[in-house]
């Protein structure tokens, strides 16, 4: 009798070791598939921001920001510039971007873009709902975190969209382009 206690007992310890390493096993792969989402979200965003900053969409850019500054009310570079940003903002949506590296790597532009044209925007919008309905959506997120954060990118004053314009004007592929608006010298005013 104590043998088949004993064989019982064994059994049981086993068990219980069999289970604690299957529970391990599964706590360790819950935690490389989070780092490997972790890892691919970061790939999603190197990827569009290599993109953003190189040809076409660098020629695109500067296409659009020189009809804006000569007054062209639609360019039709525009819709190039909005299907990148609804693209993004369906990568937030769906999870395979974060909302906050987002806002760190391109809201200035999706700021400025999005006031600028806000308006052609809703335009379309009154005819399908659901045009450029995630980087609407995703502006929201973006101005949420912008507040969060103490920013004061939003919402960009006319003033800072001529000088979005202008700046927009003068990239070109390649080179480092700045995150965020530009910031003003304490010491200067406005009209120097």
Sequence with gaps: MTNKIAAEWVTAAFTAVIAITGIIALIYAWKQLKQFREAA?????VRLVEQFENPPLVNIRKSLADKRLRGTAEPP???NLL???ETIGLLVRRGHLDASDVWSSFSYWMFNVFADFRGVIEEEQKDDPTYYSDFSELIERLRLIEKEEGGTAYPPSADDIE???RY???ISAGVPVRRRKPRRPANRTKSE
């Design 83 to 85: 299907n990148f940003f």
């Design 41 to 45: 979200r970061v790939q999603h965003l």
């Design 163 to 165: 000088e979005f314009w």
């Design 77 to 79: 570079e525009l819709e």
């Design 168 to 170: 927009e004007s003068r």
